[in-house]
């Protein structure tokens, strides 16, 4: 009944620690952010590109700039790439 209704969610969550939560992104998620063109997960919704990342931890806000920066140097190999 609900299931025609159900999209992909855009939102990485790491839940391989099989806990009542996401685990907090580290250094770690930031390294497969940067050697993977696209992050793909395969879930209760199917299969499909997630976008956004959570769960930062406020003590690692650094965190926050080092996904920017792969963000930018994604953009910047793209665009040239196109050219």
Do not use: C
């Amino acid at each position: 009944m609900f299931a025609p209704a159900v999209r992909r969610n855009v939102v990485y969550e790491d839940w391989t620690a099989l806990g009542s939560h996401p685990s907090a992104i580290n250094e770690q998620h930031i390294r497969l952010f940067g050697v993977r063109h696209k992050i793909i997960v395969d879930d209760v919704y199917g299969s499909g590109e997630v976008l956004v990342a959570r769960k930062l931890s406020d003590e690692r806000l650094n965190l926050a700039g080092q996904i920017d920066e792969v963000i930018r140097s994604k953009a910047t190999f793209q665009s040239r790439a196109g050219q």
